[in-house]
């Protein structure tokens, strides 16, 4: 009977952090819309998450669209669908790879630093301090980094999108030899509005996704540096996961 036992354990033990996830994401949005809004802080995290992602998501896109457009001339010359290379750059950044490659980018370089920032308040007991205060640390850590990550991933995809397409463009147009009108001519009939709030919905989901895991992560963090980079190493990993695996339901979904 004791690989039942210890399945029922962890089984409960799971079904426990789920509850905590659950809760403290609860409590978040609670808070966000039953109180003022910190403007100041959301703007300052809006310049680390957002403005300070703006390099690292740039060269990602432009490099991710002339992939694209050379794999794509490739593949499409084999049945003669050249034609088809603007089109198919643009589905493929717009729709999964653009908000995807991007919330992964802004999660490896934000998303670690957010969840140690308050990893080491919580150790150094600032958080603490905060309560005894009687002031509301989710106010003051987790509100502003939750709107700013909603408010910040769709405009840094928007990015990646543009520099992914220009990359393409790059590379089908001036390095491969395809007409200019060919690849923005097809791309305009074949990309609708439906693509683009498609990718806009995945940014935002993504945005509350990376803000609410890294926040929970740094806010239980374990005393001690060694609990502090544990924390951050499982809130990427769990953010990257997530981001996978949502994507796959809203692309199914959508479908």
């Given at each position: 009977?004791?690989?039942?036992?210890?399945?029922?354990?962890?089984?409960?033990?799971?079904?426990?952090?789920?509850?905590?996830?659950?809760?403290?994401?609860?409590?978040?949005?609670?808070?966000?819309?039953?109180?003022?809004?910190?403007?100041?802080?959301?703007?300052?995290?809006m310049?680390?998450?957002?403005?300070?992602?703006?390099?690292?998501?740039?060269?990602?896109?432009?490099?991710?669209?002339?992939?694209?457009?050379?794999?794509?001339?490739?593949?499409?010359?084999?049945?003669?669908?050249?034609?088809?290379?603007?089109?198919?750059?643009?589905?493929?950044?717009?729709?999964?790879?653009?908000?995807v490659?991007?919330?992964?980018?802004?999660?490896?370089?934000?998303?670690?630093?957010?969840?140690?920032?308050?990893?080491?308040?919580?150790?150094?007991?600032?958080?603490?301090?905060?309560?005894?205060?009687?002031?509301?640390?989710?106010?003051?850590?987790?509100?502003?980094?939750?709107?700013?990550?909603?408010?910040?991933?769709?405009?840094?995809?928007?990015?990646f999108?543009?520099?992914?397409?220009?990359?393409?463009?790059?590379?089908?147009?001036?390095?491969?030899?395809?007409?200019?009108?060919?690849?923005?001519?097809?791309?305009?009939?074949?990309?609708?509005?439906?693509d683009?709030?498609?990718?806009?919905?995945?940014?935002?989901?993504?945005?509350?996704?990376?803000?609410?895991?890294?926040?929970?992560?740094?806010?239980?963090?374990?005393f001690?540096?060694?609990?502090?980079?544990?924390?951050?190493?499982?809130?990427?990993?769990?953010?990257?996961?997530?981001?996978?695996?949502?994507?796959?339901?809203?692309?199914?979904v959508?479908?």
């Open positions: 009977m004791n690989w039942i036992r210890t399945l029922g354990r962890y089984t409960l033990s799971g079904l426990q952090h789920l509850g905590r996830y659950g809760l403290f994401l609860y409590t978040t949005l609670i808070w966000t819309f039953s109180s003022p809004l910190k403007v100041g802080r959301v703007i300052e995290q310049s680390f998450i957002g403005v300070k992602s703006t390099l690292i998501v740039m060269l990602t896109g432009a490099f991710t669209g002339m992939v694209l457009g050379l794999q794509g001339f490739y593949a499409l010359s084999k049945f003669g669908g050249e034609s088809m290379l603007g089109p198919t750059v643009a589905l493929s950044l717009v729709r999964e790879l653009g908000p490659i991007a919330a992964l980018m802004i999660t490896g370089r934000a998303g670690s630093a957010l969840t140690s920032e308050i990893g080491i308040m919580r150790i150094t007991e600032q958080i603490d301090a905060l309560e005894v205060m009687a002031l509301n640390p989710y106010r003051y850590l987790v509100i502003p980094n939750v709107i700013a990550a909603v408010l910040s991933f769709p405009l840094l995809g928007a990015m999108d543009v520099l992914g397409i220009w990359g393409g463009y790059l590379v089908g147009v001036k390095l491969l030899g395809l007409s200019s009108g060919t690849y923005f001519g097809e791309m305009t009939v074949y990309l609708s509005s439906k683009v709030f498609h990718g806009i919905y995945k940014s935002l989901s993504f945005g509350l996704i990376v803000a609410w895991i890294c926040c929970y992560k740094g806010y239980t963090t374990e001690g540096a060694k609990g502090v980079s544990k924390a951050t190493t499982q809130a990427v990993v769990i953010c990257s996961v997530l981001i996978l695996v949502w994507d796959y339901f809203i692309t199914s959508s479908f």
